[in-house]
């Protein structure tokens, strides 16, 4: 497989995944890019122990480390604001909030939960992937996965009953 069919195969899964980490367009496009490229220089080291999407997702989850090291930032949560549309700005502001509740509860969500929730349900990875990712066997995937969902509905209930 040429690198240019290997950027048009794998190119989507890796965005999805590098946004699901980074919750920002323009940092997903930047690293994937950074991936590819990353990717180019070292297929010659790819020995074929795994997928080559999980391989390429690696380059791309040490990629945004890298730039998270890089940039100082310890999260990605609170980068830019949410621009409120001046039509319905109440309902706007509601949905901005909600998102930002969200988000505090995912940034609270210790690792590994907080990842491969992330993984699973914004990079849409199967389990299968997931598992690769940490080295796991996909059992342990879906039953961390599990156990996130549970701390967000715990998180979300606690948050419910202190208004």
């Not at 690198?3 to 190119?11: A, G, K």
């Not at 940034?107 to 690769?132: A, C, N, Q």
């Not at 059992?139 to 599990?146: A, D, V």
């Amino acid at each position: 497989m040429d690198i240019q069919e290997l950027y048009e195969t794998y190119f989507p899964t890796v965005y999805r995944y590098l946004l699901s980490l980074s919750q920002n367009q323009h940092i997903a496009e930047e690293i994937t890019q950074e991936t590819f490229f990353k990717a180019l220089q070292k297929i010659d080291s790819f020995d074929g122990s795994c997928n080559i999407r999980t391989w390429l997702c690696q380059i791309g989850k040490n990629a945004y480390f890298d730039y998270l090291r890089r940039h100082k930032k310890l999260s990605s949560w609170e980068e830019a604001p949410d621009q409120l549309s001046d039509q319905n700005l109440e309902l706007d502001y509601e949905q901005a909030e909600n998102r930002r509740f969200l988000h505090r509860i995912l940034h609270d969500l210790p690792d590994p939960y907080k990842e491969v929730f992330m993984l699973r349900t914004f990079g849409e990875l199967p389990f299968k992937e997931i598992s690769e990712l940490f080295g796991k066997s996909e059992s342990w995937s879906k039953m961390t996965y599990l156990r996130a969902k549970k701390k967000i509905q715990e998180a979300i209930e606690n948050e419910k009953n202190q208004l």
